[in-house]
């Protein structure tokens, strides 16, 4: 398969602070990878340093997307290309609406967006929600839908999900989970599929939802293990990390 | 007070610096100019003063007004009114008119505030009328526009507006200099009567140029159940400008609502301000200020003083700084002074977080239109209260003022 993600050797830093270290990567197109791990390991850097985040300082080791080295490119150069990141706790923005993102998200792909945009919000059950400042008051599950509402109006080939999982209700999961599917095409046969994903999730309660190809464990900056996503998420349950790590070694 | 004495308390106030803002040199600005003609209609003026007009909210085709004034330096050139019920007149004729008129004039405030009261009243230049007379409902605003057109000019007015009961009464007043005029000097005394029930809604808009001193001086009296609501923009470069509206709430449930939004580019020096008096039962106030540096220095000034039970207000102060070399200082203040009040407030003041353009710009927008974005939003408030058609005027106004400032 095509590959569409190739982390090599990557090791970050913020500030002073070494937060990833010799993390290595594959993701294939049509792909789903889930990143386990506990509190603070180096997930939601992981996914920073891949989206371009200012912060995060890249000492050694490159990220190539598409085939293109995209390491020294700015953020929004790599949404363009075809990164997306679902937030875990993104910033509210006041003064900035959701439609007006969604509409920005659209227009960039086929110019006219206002029947496709409330269509969207409606499935996504944000429709009043179009004309509120970004995140502003949002709850937990609210932010959830709001960042798959926004990256279903970016429609990037590759989706980087943090913890989409987590703060969500019952209810919820189920919408969470369906624009998930959408959004990695899961509907189509993974060789047709035109997207690969890669869902960071500490309780793996996502998993009921959407299926994954394969599953990695991180711990201390690093990715450790890969394998099936639920023998992993058995191990850790029985285990912990580090025992999961210990059992199947490092990569 | 008789007209003689109120002179006498001016003469004696005619030395005295505002408490805030940098004392000015009346004595730098031209008293005497050329008069100009009166209008038969605003679109006889001159194209270029059409257009100054238009980046103030003055629309010289009369377009969903109801009524215009037009002064140019010293000389009013035009005033009508176009529906039963409202008023719209040069101040100086309308105090032979109607003999009642001198008890509201320096009631709502005093000649000896100031300097610049003081010069108001010993050197004055006219100003406008505008009323509802009771239960009239304008549909509309009113327009009014004050004009300089001489470099280095001192214009001092005097306005008074009255929403009589159970009136409504929205008004756009437009102050700005011909396009080649630097300096001048515009005082602008306002006084606000909103009656019992009624009404009034005041957006002033100001363009000035970068050596041209302001000093607004304005104050509203709201009787039972009135609201008074006031609008303020300013984001054009301004040599100086200080003002320190304020609202007595004196009926019980009287309202006083204080909006701004000011822009500061390099080299200018706002100071502005909301002050309301919570004097009656219910009473309640709102200040929302919005202040952007790009290089220049603003303080936002806010102070409620509640005197009566059930008293509420809240206000808000937000500073953006968008270049190292300006300055915002937000000064909050409540004052209360009975058990039963509830005020508020919250301020913050600082530049756009890096995380919210980074987080845009996960979404594809490049770091400038992000931070566009944010600024845009930022301005952008919906005027509680305000009719539609002076919410677009305001949007309007300050979509001109985001392209033409490069913001």
């Known amino acids: 398969m095509e590959r569409l993600l190739d982390v090599r050797d990557l090791t970050v830093s913020v500030g002073e602070k070494r937060i990833l270290r010799d993390v290595n990567l594959q993701i294939a197109k049509g792909e789903t990878v889930v990143l386990f791990g506990p509190n603070g390991c180096g997930k939601t850097s992981l996914l920073k340093a891949i989206m371009g985040g200012l912060e995060y300082r890249v000492e050694s080791g490159n990220i190539r997307f598409k085939g293109k080295d995209v390491t020294g490119l700015a953020i929004d150069e790599r949404a363009r290309l075809g990164i997306g990141m679902a937030y875990q706790r993104p910033p509210a923005v006041r003064g900035v609406k959701l439609g007006e993102i969604l509409r920005f998200c659209l227009e960039k792909r086929r110019g006219n967006a206002e029947e496709e945009l409330s269509g969207l919000a409606r499935k996504l059950n944000l429709l009043d929600f179009l004309e509120r400042d970004i995140n502003l008051g949002f709850s937990g599950g609210e932010i959830k839908r709001s960042e798959l509402l926004q990256l279903i109006g970016q429609s990037p080939a590759f989706i980087m999900l943090d913890e989409p999982d987590s703060g969500v209700d019952l209810v919820n999961i189920h919408l969470v989970g369906q624009a998930i599917n959408e959004l990695l095409e899961k509907d189509k046969a993974a060789a047709k599929r035109g997207t690969a994903g890669l869902i960071v999730t500490h309780s793996g309660y996502i998993l009921d939802y959407v299926n994954a190809d394969r599953a990695f464990v991180m711990l201390d900056g690093t990715v450790y293990c890969s394998g099936n996503p639920r023998d992993l998420l058995e191990d850790i349950r029985t285990k912990g990390y580090e025992g999961c790590v210990q059992c199947r070694g490092q990569i | ?407």
């Not at chain 2, 009656?195 to 302001?214: E, G």
């Open chain 2, 1 to 407: 007070m008789s007209r003689t004495d109120m002179k006498k308390k001016a003469e004696d106030a005619a030395g005295k610096p505002a408490p805030f803002g940098p004392d000015l040199d009346l004595g730098a600005y031209s008293a005497k100019t050329a008069e100009h003609g009166k209008v038969a209609s605003l679109k006889e003026l001159h194209a270029e003063v059409g257009e100054r007009a238009l980046s103030v909210g003055i629309d010289a085709g009369e377009e969903c007004r109801q009524g215009s004034f037009f002064q140019m330096d010293h000389s009013v050139v035009f005033s009508a009114a176009y529906q039963s019920g409202l008023e719209v007149m040069d101040i100086t004729a309308a105090l032979e008119k109607y003999d009642w008129l001198k008890e509201h004039w320096w009631k709502a405030l005093t000649a000896d505030v100031d300097k610049y009261t003081a010069q108001a009243e010993l050197k004055p230049h006219h100003g406008y009328f505008l009323r509802a007379l009771p239960g009239a409902k304008a549909e509309f605003p009113l327009q009014a526009c004050l004009y300089m057109t001489q470099e280095g000019l001192a214009q001092n007015v005097h306005n008074i507006v009255i929403a009589e009961e159970g009136s409504e009464l929205h008004i756009i007043t437009g102050c700005t200099v011909a396009p080649r005029v630097r300096s001048g000097l515009h005082i602008g005394i306002s006084e606000f009567y909103v009656r019992k029930n009624a009404r009034l809604t005041f957006t002033m808009i100001h363009n000035w140029a970068p050596d041209v001193a302001v000093r607004p001086r304005s104050a509203a009296i709201v009787e039972e159940n009135g609201v008074f609501l006031s609008n303020y923009i300013c984001m054009k470069p301004v040599k100086t400008l200080q003002a320190y509206p304020t609202a007595y709430c004196v009926g019980e449930n009287a309202t006083a609502r204080f909006n701004s939004i000011l822009l500061a580019p390099e080299g200018s020096n706002i100071d502005v301000g909301a002050r309301v008096f919570l004097r009656a039962k219910g009473s309640r106030a709102e200040a929302i200020s919005k202040a952007i540096t790009t290089g220049g220095n603003v303080v936002a000034r806010g102070h409620f003083i509640g005197e009566a039970e059930g008293v509420k207000a809240h206000m808000e102060c937000r500073g953006l700084i968008l270049s190292d070399k300006g300055k915002i200082h937000a000064i909050p203040e409540l004052e209360g002074s009975v058990k039963d009040v509830e005020m508020t407030h919250e301020a913050a003041v600082g530049k756009i977080a890096p995380e919210e353009i980074e987080y845009l710009m996960a979404r594809g927008l490049t770091s400038e239109e992000a931070t566009a974005a944010i600024v845009r939003g930022f301005l952008n408030i919906e005027m509680k209260g305000l009719p539609e058609s002076i919410n677009d005027e305001i949007k309007k106004a300050l979509r001109m003022e985001e392209t033409e400032g490069g913001l």
